[in-house]
């Protein structure tokens, strides 16, 4: 499939080149038309397109010079002088090859053939009149190429920089990812190990819950963004896991509105957020407390929120841990300022963790196409 589409784009630059030399020998045509008519030495349409298109297709088949000279010898390089020398020489071969392809195609043009005019006397008579011309048709044809070249080197520069950039991105990423799972992943660990010397039945159901947990972990590594849906899965599997731990002084509560499941949400990112309200807002209590998760479509947007039944935002300034730092990290690498991030106390008490994200699906995620 890959020759034909290869071969297909040469015979339509083919076609566009031509097109181009007999746009330009159809408008001298017309210019010389229209002036031999004004000067009182009128010449017919036909007589003035035959000269004027033998003009420009010689100077076609003689463009591969200045075209080849300009790959090889570009003026954007420190000995700029010696090349402009080399293209100065190049241009009066140019000119000077011209003369001679014109003189020969003119022997047989209407006007000249049977007037019984030479090679010689043609060859003379167009090097006076078009010496000067022919050089700067080089000119224009090598500052043409040179304009090209710079414009393609610059748009590889611009295609390496994007390219360099998402994967800057894309790296950066991944580190933010990577720190996030050994947070999580410890902080199981030391739930284990606590439960160990109270229920080993239930510790061992957490050790099963954790193996699945860190398979898809480890399986979901290179995806930055999943479905709702898919992340709500896993999040259930982490709640199990708590859930064992802190028995009936946890509940769950999940809202999630059903024309959002299908939408893209960055990967792993509301696991750290109900890990902070079961930390801060469960663990410290002995009493029971509930954690809310829901989402809903505010218009083009995606609110998630996560909300505790604690002692809502400490008073003062506070810090931000590892996993909400880098949730905030990772909406802005993800989203920039199309996201929101929001920490504080709820309306009601407790504390309240809200993401806002643009609506998107699969179907228009950018990184899958």
């Known amino acids: ?71 090889r ?43 019984g005019t030479t090679y010689v006397e043609a060859f003379k008579v167009l090097l006076g009149k078009t010496w000067h011309f022919n050089l700067l048709i080089y000119w224009v044809i090598l500052s043409v190429a040179h304009a090209l070249e710079f414009y393609r080197k610059f748009q590889e520069r611009v295609t390496r920089t994007a ?15 990577m720190q996030l799972n050994p947070h999580f992943l410890f902080n199981t660990l030391h739930a284990i190990s606590a439960l160990m010397h109270q229920d080993v039945d239930a510790a061992d159901r957490m050790i099963t819950r954790l193996s699945e947990l860190l ?16 992340e709500i899965d896993f999040l259930k599997r ?13 509940k769950i509560e999940l809202n999630i ?28 209590h002995a009493r029971a407390g509930r954690v809310t998760i829901s989402s809903r479509r505010e ?25 909400l730092t880098n949730t905030r990290n990772r909406l802005r690498q993800l989203y920039g300022d199309g996201q929101t991030f929001n920490l504080g106390s709820a309306d009601g008490g407790g504390f309240r963790a809200a993401i806002t994200l643009p609506c998107r699906s699969i179907a228009v995620n950018p990184s899958t196409g």
């Open 257 to 284: 509105a059903p024309d959002t499941t299908d939408l893209l949400v960055p990967n792993l990112v509301l696991q750290p957020l109900v890990e902070n309200a079961i930390q801060h807002g469960i663990e410290p």
């Open 215 to 230: 398979r898809h972990a480890l399986e979901s590594t290179e995806q930055q963004e999943v479905p709702l849906q898919e």
């Open 1 to 71: 499939m890959a020759a034909p589409t290869a071969l297909s784009k040469r015979w339509i630059a083919f076609i566009l080149i031509f097109g181009l030399w007999t746009l330009i020998g159809l408008s001298f045509a017309g210019q010389l038309f229209i002036s031999s008519s004004q000067t009182g030495s009128a010449i017919s349409w036909k007589l003035a397109l035959s000269h004027s298109l033998a003009d420009w297709y010689v100077f076609a088949l003689l463009s591969f010079i200045p075209l080849r000279q300009a790959r």
């Open 163 to 177: 390219e360099l950039e998402k994967r800057l991105v894309e790296a950066r990423l991944q580190a933010l990812q």
């Open 299 to 323: 218009r083009d947007d995606l609110l998630l929120e996560v909300r505790d039944t604690g002692n809502g935002a400490p008073a003062g300034e506070w810090k931000e841990g590892v996993g």
């Open 238 to 250: 982490y709640l199990e896991i708590e859930e064992t731990r802190f028995g009936d002084r946890l």
């Open 73 to 115: 010898f570009g003026l954007d390089g420190p000995d700029w002088g010696a090349r402009f020398a080399i293209h100065f020489m190049t241009s009066i071969v140019f000119s000077i090859l011209f003369v001679a392809l014109r003189s020969f195609v003119a022997l047989w043009q209407p006007g000249v053939a049977g007037l």
